[in-house]
């Protein structure tokens, strides 16, 4: 298996809503990655999850809460977002964070916002 | 930080030669990534350099001067597949080591 698998597609949600984006990979990577991408616009780095400890927060608002259940999952919790939060959310995986590693990227979860 | 700068588009024509050129300033260079990405679609990885010269991969090739903070994507023999954004990304020590990526070069092939 070398994918990996993001859900929703697609998810539309008011601002008042509480909601998750899941990804899931089984490479053996211990290295998950959330990025945002908005239209037209290279990925945003939010969060890096290393060996299931969060290594990385770039200041993403505290409405984008991650989660790492274990080495193949991968959660985005959303709650209480803006429109402008409406983007392409963009997760990856790594065997490392260093070096070569390359960053396998799942098909991401189009995210609107109402 | 890092600055990455790339031709925001590009159009070239069924059959010829392209190059996608990258230039990145960074203080603890270490490794630099291009990637596909197709509307709508995740990217994928197209190749790495992190030494000097040029790598190839079938049609595709990649050049890295450390030296000029300068890379080079080309691409031969493009076929109407080949449009898409081509994303230039550079790994950092001195941030964590993590992938920042240029603004993206969308290649419009015709006909």
């Known amino acids: 298996d070398t994918e990996v698998t993001q859900t929703p597609k697609h998810l539309v949600m008011g601002m008042t809503n509480k909601k998750s984006l899941k990804c899931e990979q089984h490479?053996?990577?211990?290295?998950m990655y959330w990025y945002k991408q908005k239209a037209k616009k290279p990925p945003e780095l939010m969060f890096v999850?290393?060996?299931?400890?969060?290594?990385i927060n770039e200041s993403v608002p505290s409405r984008f809460s991650p989660e790492c259940p274990n080495s193949s999952l991968l959660n985005l919790h959303l709650h209480a977002l803006q429109p402008e939060d409406s983007a392409l959310y963009l997760c990856?995986?790594?065997?490392?964070?260093?070096?070569?590693?390359?960053?396998?990227f799942g098909a991401g979860s189009r995210l609107t916002v109402l | 930080g890092q600055n990455i700068d790339q031709p925001t588009e590009m159009t070239a024509t069924e059959g010829a030669i392209v190059q996608i050129n990258c230039t990145y300033q960074?203080?603890?260079?270490?490794?630099l990534f291009w990637y596909q990405q197709h509307a709508g679609e995740a990217p994928t990885f197209l190749s790495y350099?992190?030494?000097?010269g040029l790598e190839e991969k079938g049609r595709f090739s990649s050049f890295l001067s450390r030296s000029k903070g300068y890379s080079y994507l080309l691409l031969k023999e493009l076929q109407m597949k080949d449009s898409a954004s081509y994303l230039c990304?550079?790994?950092?020590?001195?941030?964590?080591?993590?992938?920042?990526f240029g603004g993206g070069t969308r290649l419009m092939v015709k006909p």
């Open positions: 990856a995986s790594s065997q490392g964070s260093s070096g070569a590693n390359v960053l396998t």
């Open positions: 490479m053996g990577h211990r290295a």
């Open positions: 999850y290393s060996y299931e400890k969060l290594s």
């Open positions: 960074t203080s603890g260079f270490n490794g």
């Open positions: 350099n992190v030494l000097d």
């Open positions: 990304a550079v790994r950092d020590n001195n941030a964590g080591n993590m992938l920042t």
